[in-house]
Each structure stands twice: as structure tokens, then as C-alpha cells.
């Protein structure tokens, strides 16, 4: 099993200890700020509401693409405590670039 030291978000079975439900739409993140606690079983759910989106969030090793009606799941644990950018990571038209938020985590 190859492991790349820091950057892999680790995985992880059973129930989460918490659940967030994200929306990507033209031209936002919904919520804009997530707040998760650190070294917590976190399960997103992300939906796009329109075209086809992907959520990247850098520093959490995380980049989904997610179509309409097709949800993407992510499972993280998040080790170290900051705040993490949270951006499209699609070109999916003229307001890609406001398509921004971020993850807390404490
Ligand atoms: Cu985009």
C-alpha cells in the first residue's frame, strides 16, 4: 500500500459522526462555511443543483466532480485543525470563479 505522508485524507467504516450536506449551484458553495471537528468521522454529501460541478478542497485531499442528481460522498477525517479553501474545481461557466467557501476545522 503506497502512503503519501500528510496529504491522503484517511478513510474510514461505520457510521460518521457527522453529516453536512453541501450544494454546488451556479455560483456558489451552500453552506459557505462548514465547520467540522478535528479527527471526526465526516461524511459530505454533495449535490449540484444545475451543471456539473466539483468540489476541491486543498489541504483535505478532496476533488469530486458531481453532476445533477448523481450526489457525490465523501469520506474524511480531518487531523489538523485550520481552515481549508473550499473551491469548483470545474469550469463550469461565468461565475466559476465565486464558487469559493471553506472548511473549518477545530
Ligand atoms: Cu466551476
Same mark, same amino acid.
Given at each position: 500500500?503506497? $502512503?503519501? %505522508?500528510?496529504?491522503?485524507?484517511?478513510?474510514? /467504516?461505520?457510521?460518521? *459522526?457527522?453529516?453536512? &450536506?453541501? !450544494?454546488?449551484?451556479?455560483?456558489?458553495?451552500?453552506?459557505e462555511?462548514? $465547520?467540522? %471537528?478535528?479527527?471526526?468521522?465526516?461524511?459530505? /454529501?454533495?449535490?449540484? *443543483?444545475?451543471?456539473? &460541478?466539483? !468540489?476541491?478542497?486543498?489541504?483535505?485531499?478532496?476533488?469530486?466532480?458531481?453532476?445533477?442528481?448523481?450526489?457525490?460522498?465523501v469520506?474524511?477525517?480531518?487531523?489538523?485543525?485550520?481552515?481549508?479553501?473550499?473551491?469548483?474545481?470545474?469550469?463550469?461557466?461565468?461565475?466559476?470563479?465565486?464558487?469559493?467557501?471553506?472548511?473549518?476545522?477545530?
Amino acid at each position: 500500500m503506497l $502512503v503519501l %505522508a500528510g496529504c491522503r485524507r484517511p478513510a474510514f /467504516t461505520g457510521p460518521p *459522526d457527522q453529516r453536512v &450536506h453541501v !450544494l454546488m449551484k451556479n455560483w456558489e458553495i451552500v453552506p459557505e462555511t462548514i $465547520v467540522i %471537528a478535528r479527527n471526526a468521522k465526516v461524511e459530505l /454529501t454533495i449535490e449540484s *443543483d444545475d451543471v456539473q &460541478h466539483g !468540489l476541491a478542497v486543498d489541504g483535505l485531499d478532496i476533488d469530486e466532480s458531481v453532476r445533477r442528481g448523481k450526489p457525490a460522498v465523501v469520506r474524511l477525517i480531518a487531523g489538523q485543525a485550520g481552515t481549508y479553501v473550499m473551491r469548483c474545481s470545474i469550469l463550469c461557466g461565468r461565475g466559476h470563479d465565486q464558487m469559493k467557501g471553506k472548511i473549518v476545522v477545530r
